[in-house]
């Protein structure tokens, strides 16, 4: 209904426009104007995340792109979603009720993003999820209205389990978050690891925050498996790192194993604790030239290293809007169209495309955490193992559960 | 002459409490015809959030205005109304949002039921952190529980066909749904107040010894209390699922058990609208926040609110209100 | 090998022992929050944030002024409590003629502005204070590796709740705190300063929570959020143990720590709501909790 009145609106602005003798291009644009809304949590767990940081490289593509599509201004919103699914869908239907907010970028917390691409698909909008870790998003919640862009739990569990079996870590306790979000990483995990050829010998469910973890390092630590894997996330993986140093986990020969552990968390963490921790990311700003000039910019302008959400975001961002100059019009649907049809190759995302289930797979990376030995620099932090290939890093469509994918 | 102004006297103040009954309806008429108008000037699912923290805020304006108990732990109902009723509609597709409500509802009350039996023998303090430790247990069930999709949140409730006749999926039509409701809350709370029953309540509130030595069963006057606060609180959470289409743990988190004490105490305790106002108030202020260049200071904001609230602004805005009109035009 | 519930010995040992530091935070936070409450009557609920607020004074102070851990063990107290003095001094006494509910509702907005705050200036990602020096590295007790930091936490934790114990029950000061909780209006008239006296109960209690920071800097994150979490469970403890005594809070917080510990290995997926299952269980047996006294 309301995208009738909307189409209706902009079929009518089209015919005044063209009598105007404005140029077409930009008549089709609703409202002459592209309006993005930046949510994300701006002021809590996930704040370093991506956060004001990932305003920020928003900022930097509209600016880069030249601020305005075929003459069409690019105007961006923003808002704290409070990582709460109400705030978060509250806010989104409010800029596509009231704002005709074009395309919403950012999307954090799962919970935030599953709640407004819900809100998306009912009222036929955009969004590009940069934040979330749920491969949900693109699995049993995958909508024809979003696309999810830098990485999710499935590679992250896929990459890092893998190497480290072949790595010869065949032996895994399991460090699980009791809820949702953490028994589906550990299952994604026990299946790839026991498929390469390893096994887990125990586990322990730790409730969800946890606090101290001394009890679970030292059960941990009993087991005499090779590898601690942390099914866990955000504040109780910083958490149970800290302890595991505390308690010379590493020295005694046992090795970690991060599945959801970002650059802000090692930084935060210092490499006193985190050194030799072998995770998977999407993007590293000291992978190469091309990644290091623009985080160098983005340096200049925010003061930190950009993480690999905020380095999405900037990506995500300058396609949409390539899509949409291509395209000649801001209409989601033709706008997602024209995403898909185009190759996302950047300094972010190499033989990157969209699937059809809405997932941007692209290659991504084995790192380890460097000793503060080998570091150079404040954020001389990771070094780059290995490059998993797009194909092989996400989850194979043959296994989706998408409604939007013929299996 | 003194037998006549004897006479006289109680005619009098009947009058005026007529007048001041009449005047009373006739605001409450003009609310309604607001409400009925709002929609048509606001933003419909902006109101919505507005009214159903409204009569959260109500609900436990019930329990610290009237019977005196400063409850923690109220975001416990309005958690598990929204999670029972979510869960059920999104689950079986055939059920009508209305018979959600109620379930969400009562599960809530019985909730309450539990809370009230643990809780209840104790006062001031005491009874706001028990109630705040026993909420903070419900927290954890939802965080594992299955049904509750833990920190991912429950999603995709269908609106549905009110009475499996009337779509909820307009915005108007759901804002309509939800304002009755709000009147069906409101007026509940309303009669409870001013039953015999609520007179019995504001009497332990003043002085609980003497309501004792009157021969009146204290503690099975606030546990009723405590119950309809309680099933009005999940009645509030259920409600607010189906116009979201989603529960999460936001809902369930002690934050907005204190939030909706803030709400409640800048509005005004004991007052029936201060609720409604405090909960207006903090909606949009969290609305306007959240969009603009002091996003990141809300909590501070709100911290700031509460910290004036109690030192200078203790009967909040409607008390305040009050207060002026009884000193100006009486 | 000796079983113990099916566990090794040495296992239910280990647990028995990180239980025991974790009960000595337990007991800190607890008896500082015992301490202003006897007092003053108002809950603290700005606790959480003061004991933040001592883990970050202790990680500011090391990074801008140089100043080591030792040293902060004993500056950061006083001056996170001498802060708790002005809050107590130009807040909550404004305030102290009125329902103690409206301190509980002062002192959670006071949290909400502490924790807003730091978030901003230093995110939530948490924050590393180093171990010191002489602390790092480990001891063999034959059946755990333990921490040395962590066997250090206990014994500091202890010996400051004996010399709270000992201020409170064994000197004049103590003397004059325990009878103001009894009676202060008698306590003013027999000269003695009451509202003083108040005021430097509530920047001890609040000194109490900071020396937990310091204590909790190097082994947890230092972030903005750690203490509201931790503050939940202490209340549960407080309610268990009743409010009436000092010893009461040491005692139940050692015994909810273990309590807790030795969930973490039998049933994990409980050792969040143990604390608040115990807590139901006494309320319903003894509702003034377990030291608690009859009103």
Same mark, same amino acid.
């Given at each position: 209904m309301t995208f009738m009145k909307k189409t209706l609106a902009a079929s009518i602005a089209v015919a005044a426009a063209s009598s105007l003798a404005v140029s077409t291009a930009q008549a089709d644009m609703s409202d002459g104007e592209i309006r993005i809304g930046y949510l994300a949590d701006m002021s809590g767990t996930y704040r370093?995340?991506?956060?004001? $940081?990932?305003?920020?490289?928003?900022?930097?593509?509209?600016?880069?792109? $030249?601020?305005?599509?075929?003459?069409?201004?690019?105007?961006?919103?923003?808002?704290?979603?409070?990582?709460?699914?109400?705030?978060?869908?509250?806010?989104?239907?409010?800029?596509?009720?009231?704002?005709?907010?074009?395309?919403?970028?950012?999307?954090?917390?799962?919970?935030?993003?599953?709640?407004?691409?819900?809100?998306?698909?009912?009222?036929?909008?955009?969004?590009?999820?940069?934040?979330?870790?749920?491969?949900?998003?693109?699995?049993?919640?995958?909508?024809?209205?979003?696309?999810?862009?830098?990485?999710?739990? #499935?590679?992250?569990?896929?990459?890092?389990?893998?190497?480290?079996?072949?790595?010869?870590?065949?032996?895994?306790?399991?460090?699980?978050?009791?809820?949702?979000?953490?028994?589906?990483?550990?299952?994604?995990?026990?299946?790839?690891?026991?498929?390469? $050829?390893?096994?887990?010998?125990?586990?322990?469910?730790?409730?969800?925050?946890?606090?101290?973890?001394?009890?679970?390092?030292?059960?941990?630590?009993?087991?005499?498996?090779?590898?601690?894997?942390?099914?866990?996330?955000?504040?109780?993986?910083?958490?149970?790192?800290?302890?595991?140093?505390?308690?010379?986990?590493?020295?005694?020969?046992?090795?970690?194993? $991060?599945? *959801?552990?970002?650059?802000?968390?090692?930084?935060? *963490?210092?490499?006193?604790?985190?050194?030799?921790?072998?995770?998977?990311?999407?993007?590293?700003?000291?992978?190469?030239?091309?990644?290091?000039?623009?985080?160098?910019? #983005?340096?200049?302008?925010?003061?930190?290293?950009?993480?690999?959400?905020?380095?999405?975001?900037?990506?995500?961002?300058?396609?949409? *809007?390539?899509?949409?100059?291509?395209?000649?019009?801001?209409?989601?649907?033709?706008?997602?169209?024209?995403?898909?049809?185009?190759?996302?190759?950047?300094?972010?995302?190499?033989?990157?495309?969209?699937?059809?289930?809405?997932?941007?797979?692209?290659?991504?990376?084995?790192?380890?955490?460097?000793?503060?030995?080998?570091?150079?620099?404040?954020?001389?932090? #990771?070094?780059?193992?290995?490059?998993?290939?797009?194909?092989?890093? #996400?989850?194979?469509?043959?296994?989706?559960?998408?409604?939007?994918?013929?299996n | 002459m003194a037998e006549s102004q004897t006479m006289t006297a109680p005619s009098v103040v009947l009058e005026r409490q007529k007048r001041a009954k009449f005047r009373r309806n006739m605001f409450y008429l003009a609310l309604i015809v607001a409400g009925l108008v709002a929609p048509f000037l606001a933003y419909p699912v902006f109101l919505m959030k507005v009214l159903c923290f409204a009569l959260f805020a109500c609900a436990f304006n019930l329990l610290l205005g009237y019977a005196g108990l400063l409850s923690f732990g109220h975001a416990a109902f309005l958690a598990t109304g929204g999670y029972v009723t979510g869960y059920l509609l999104a689950s079986y597709p055939g059920l009508t949002p209305e018979l959600g409500i109620i379930a969400g509802t009562l599960l809530a009350t019985l909730l309450g039921v539990v809370f009230g039996v643990l809780s209840i023998r104790r006062q001031g303090i005491y009874f706001a952190m028990v109630t705040l430790a026993i909420a903070q247990l419900v927290y954890f069930m939802f965080v594992q529980a299955p049904f509750t999709g833990g920190e991912d949140g429950l999603h995709g409730v269908p609106r549905g066909e009110l009475f499996g006749l009337i779509s909820l999926s307009s915005n108007l039509a759901m804002y309509y749904f939800v304002f009755a409701i709000f009147i069906f809350g409101f007026a509940l709370i309303q009669r409870t107040v001013h039953s015999p029953f609520g007179q019995v309540l504001k009497a332990i509130r003043e002085n609980e010894p003497r309501a004792v030595s009157l021969g009146y069963n204290v503690d099975a006057y606030k546990l009723v209390a405590f119950v309809i606060s309680a099933g009005l609180a999940g009645l509030a959470g259920s409600t607010k699922t189906v116009v979201f289409q989603l529960a999460s743990l936001t809902d369930a988190h002690w934050h907005m058990s204190g939030e909706v004490i803030l709400m409640t105490l800048l509005g005004g305790v004991g007052t029936l609208l201060g609720p409604l106002m405090g909960a207006g108030i903090v909606v949009s202020l969290q609305h306007i926040l959240a969009q603009s260049p002091l996003g990141n200071w809300v909590s501070v904001i709100l911290g700031i609110i509460f910290v004036i609230c109690v030192l200078s602004f203790r009967s909040g805005i409607i008390g305040e209100l009050d207060k002026m009109y009884r000193k100006n035009f009486k | 090998m000796t079983m113990i519930f099916g566990v090794p010995l040495a296992v239910f040992m280990g647990q028995l022992t990180l239980g025991l530091v974790n009960g000595a935070f337990y007991a800190l936070l607890s008896l500082g929050l015992a301490v202003i409450f006897g007092l003053l009557k108002i809950v603290n609920f700005a606790h959480g944030a003061q004991y933040m607020l001592g883990a970050f004074a202790a990680l500011l102070g090391f990074r801008y002024l140089g100043i080591n851990y030792w040293l902060a063990l004993f500056l950061v107290p006083l001056v996170v409590g001498a802060f708790g003095v002005l809050l107590e001094r130009f807040l909550l006494r404004r305030i102290a003629h009125l329902d103690h509910l409206y301190g509980l509702l002062l002192t959670f907005g006071l949290a909400l502005i502490f924790e807003g705050t730091l978030v901003n200036f230093f995110g939530v990602s948490g924050a590393r204070y180093a171990t010191p020096e002489i602390l790092q590295g480990g001891l063999n007790l034959g059946f755990m590796f333990l921490p040395t930091y962590r066997a250090w936490v206990l014994v500091a934790a202890l010996a400051m709740c004996l010399f709270t114990w000992f201020m409170i029950e064994r000197t004049r000061l103590g003397a004059y705190l325990r009878a103001g909780t009894e009676n202060s209006q008698l306590m003013q008239a027999f000269g003695v300063n009451v509202p003083l006296l108040i005021t430097l109960t509530y920047g001890f209690g609040v000194g109490l929570a900071a020396f937990a920071g310091v204590l909790a800097a190097p082994l947890y994150p230092v972030s903005p959020t750690m203490g509201s979490s931790l503050l939940i469970v202490v209340f549960a403890v407080v309610v268990i143990g009743g409010m009436g005594s000092i010893l009461g809070a040491i005692i139940t917080g050692l015994a909810m720590g273990i309590i807790e510990g030795l969930t973490k290995v039998y049933y994990p997926e409980a050792s969040n709501t143990v604390i608040f299952l115990v807590m139901i269980l006494v309320l319903m047996l003894r509702p003034v909790g377990l030291f608690g006294k009859e009103a």
């Open positions: 370093d995340l991506a956060g004001p $940081g990932g305003e920020a490289a928003l900022e930097m593509a509209v600016e880069d792109f $030249g601020g305005s599509v075929n003459g069409s201004p690019i105007v961006v919103f923003s808002a704290d979603d409070r990582n709460s699914a109400d705030v978060g869908a509250n806010t989104v239907r409010g800029w596509i009720d009231q704002d005709n907010v074009d395309m919403v970028a950012g999307l954090v917390a799962s919970s935030v993003s599953i709640a407004v691409t819900k809100v998306l698909e009912e009222n036929n909008g955009l969004g590009i999820v940069s934040g979330s870790a749920a491969s949900s998003i693109t699995n049993e919640h995958c909508t024809p209205n979003h696309i999810h862009w830098v990485y999710d739990t #499935y590679p992250l569990a896929n990459g890092t389990a893998k190497a480290v079996v072949e790595q010869g870590g065949d032996s895994w306790f399991m460090l699980t978050a009791d809820y949702a979000f953490g028994h589906a990483l550990e299952a994604d995990v026990t299946k790839v690891v026991e498929e390469s $050829g390893g096994e887990i010998v125990g586990g322990v469910r730790h409730p969800f925050p946890t606090n101290d973890f001394s009890s679970y390092i030292l059960q941990a630590q009993g087991s005499g498996a090779k590898i601690i894997g942390l099914a866990n996330a955000g504040a109780d993986t910083v958490n149970a790192i800290t302890t595991a140093s505390q308690f010379g986990i590493t020295q005694s020969g046992q090795q970690l194993a $991060g599945l *959801l552990i970002f650059l802000n968390d090692v930084h935060a *963490l210092g490499l006193e604790a985190t050194q030799g921790l072998l995770l998977t990311t999407g993007w590293y700003w000291d992978m190469d030239e091309q990644s290091r000039e623009w985080a160098q910019r #983005y340096f200049d302008e925010v003061g930190r290293m950009p993480t690999m959400v905020q380095a999405g975001i900037y990506s995500s961002t300058m396609h949409y *809007l390539k899509a949409v100059e291509a395209a000649g019009t801001d209409d989601p649907e033709t706008v997602r169209a024209q995403m898909a049809e185009m190759p996302v190759e950047d300094f972010f995302a190499r033989n990157g495309t969209i699937r059809e289930d809405g997932r941007m797979i692209h290659d991504m990376y084995l790192a380890q955490v460097k000793t503060p030995e080998e570091s150079t620099g404040e954020w001389d932090l #990771y070094e780059i193992l290995s490059t998993i290939p797009a194909e092989e890093a #996400y989850r194979p469509l043959s296994e989706s559960q998408c409604k939007l994918v013929q | - | -």
